[in-house]
């Protein structure tokens, strides 16, 4: 008896178990969803006229009947599709409208036969009404202070503290090339008007470094800088006049006793051109080497800065723009200088607004003017706009991954800037 009972309960269970799973039975779970979706670059960032795909995969314990997803915030950003199964994946596909601009979130869903249905965040998307351009990117081994274009060998020297070397790389195969190792912290750079050699400031010692390009072989220039709070020569600059103006920096805050040097490579002699500079902020010389403009770290408002001209030989004081820390460029002759978003002329008289008249000092949007001053290249939201400056038009917008922090661009103008991704 006992075993005819134990019979009967298992019987009895696998009946009970079968009603539960048949497919009359009433169905009160939720089905399972699981989605992604294709970065381009890795990141998940869209630009008009790209295609949006969604892979989706979902479950259900008897039958899903819809996979989809949907776009906060966007009526016409929506999309589903049948399916059959238990289990099943599929991939949706949406051209990207320019009605998309904008951040948003993007949520799948799967319902089975029965009605139920579950949504879940999948990632966030944003789309930058810009272009997307072929994009390079070239790991460096350490952070970059300064760079200098070699236009005759088309190589772009990189100075890296950090790692005591100049990175050398070149600018037709895109490859790095052995790099010049020197010592003090190499710090800014700049090459000679021949172009035979490279001047580097090191930063830890008292010294200009002078690396032969033909040859290799390195001589130094010693400054006369005061030996305390290892000061040293940060920044330089070779003008027209063949005098370089180098700008000194130091272990602490405030106001420095060194200030801005020359240092006059016909003569060999030095003097200190602005007394009690604080750190310099930004460091910019016209491609004809007539014209010099910096600004102060700490200077605002407006931020404090100075014009040089090689001409004249003088400094003059400049009041630039009521904003921290601005970026500084100048075009090839000298003739416009941009100075975060606004451009002055030789004078120093604006001539030229690129964005609205605000104080804010936590933009920070790295800047660059073109060679010929006719153009500016602004970066904001991960991307970077070109504006005609004679009428402040937009002209297009460039889409990349992050939001650079640095722009460059080549003497001879080239088809877009060189941006610099992390510090």
């Known amino acids: 008896m006992a075993r005819l009972a134990h019979r009967a309960l298992t019987a009895g269970g696998a009946l009970v178990l079968a009603l539960g799973c048949g497919p009359d039975a009433p169905d009160y779970e939720r089905p399972l969803v699981a989605a992604t979706?294709?970065?381009?670059?890795?990141?998940?960032?869209?630009?008009?006229?790209?295609?949006?795909?969604?892979?989706?995969?979902?479950?259900?314990?008897?039958?899903?009947?819809?996979?989809?997803?949907?776009?906060?915030?966007?009526?016409?950003?929506?999309?589903?599709?049948?399916?059959?199964?238990?289990?099943?994946?599929?991939?949706?596909?949406?051209?990207?409208?320019?009605?998309?601009?904008?951040?948003?979130?993007?949520?799948?869903?799967?319902?089975?036969?029965?009605?139920?249905?579950?949504?879940?965040?999948?990632?966030?998307?944003?789309?930058?009404?810009?272009?997307?351009?072929?994009?390079?990117?070239?790991?460096?081994?350490?952070?970059?202070?300064?760079?200098?274009?070699?236009?005759?060998?088309?190589?772009?020297?990189?100075?890296?503290?950090?790692?005591?070397?100049?990175?050398?790389?070149?600018?037709?195969?895109?490859?790095?090339?052995?790099?010049?190792?020197?010592?003090?912290?190499?710090?800014?750079?700049?090459?000679?008007?021949?172009g035979d050699s490279l001047v580097v400031a090191l930063r830890r010692t008292h010294y200009l470094a002078i690396v032969n390009l033909g040859s290799g072989a390195v001589d130094t220039i010693r400054l006369a800088i005061a030996n305390q709070w290892e000061a040293g020569p940060e920044n330089v600059r070779l003008m027209s006049n063949r005098k370089a103006i180098i700008t000194t920096a130091f272990d602490g805050g405030g106001y420095g006793s060194f200030g801005v040097l020359e240092y006059d490579l016909a003569t060999a002699t030095q003097r200190t051109r602005i007394f009690y500079a604080s750190e310099i902020n930004a460091l910019a010389r016209s491609g004809d080497r007539s014209k010099l403009a910096l600004v102060f770290l700490d200077g605002c408002c407006p931020a404090q800065g100075f014009y040089y001209s090689a001409v004249a030989d003088t400094f003059i004081d400049w009041l630039t723009v009521d904003r921290f820390f601005p970026a500084v460029s100048v075009d090839a002759n000298g003739s416009h200088f941009l100075v975060d978003d606004v451009v002055f002329d030789s004078s120093r008289a604006i001539v030229q607004r690129l964005g609205p008249i605000t104080v804010d000092s936590l933009r920070n949007w790295p800047t660059i003017i073109s060679p010929s001053g006719a153009f500016a290249y602004i970066a904001r939201d991960r991307a970077y706009k070109k504006m005609r400056i004679a009428d402040g038009t937009e002209i297009g917008r460039a889409l990349i991954p992050l939001t650079p922090y640095r722009l460059m661009i080549h003497p001879d103008g080239g088809p877009a800037p060189v941006v610099w991704m992390t510090a």
Do not use: C
């Open 37 to 194: 979706i294709e970065r381009p670059e890795g990141y998940a960032v869209f630009v008009p006229g790209e295609t949006l795909r969604v892979s989706l995969t979902g479950s259900d314990n008897q039958q899903l009947d819809w996979l989809g997803y949907s776009v906060d915030g966007l009526v016409d950003a929506a999309d589903s599709d049948r399916v059959a199964g238990r289990q099943a994946r599929l991939t949706l596909k949406a051209d990207i409208p320019r009605s998309w601009v904008g951040r948003h979130r993007l949520a799948a869903f799967a319902r089975d036969a029965a009605g139920n249905r579950l949504e879940v965040a999948v990632d966030t998307m944003e789309i930058i009404d810009a272009v997307r351009r072929p994009l390079l990117g070239i790991d460096i081994p350490a952070p970059v202070y300064d760079w200098v274009v070699d236009s005759s060998r088309n190589l772009l020297y990189l100075s890296l503290p950090l790692a005591q070397q100049v990175a050398i790389l070149d600018l037709t195969t895109r490859q790095l090339r052995p790099p010049l190792h020197l010592f003090g912290n190499p710090a800014g750079l700049d090459l000679t008007r021949s």
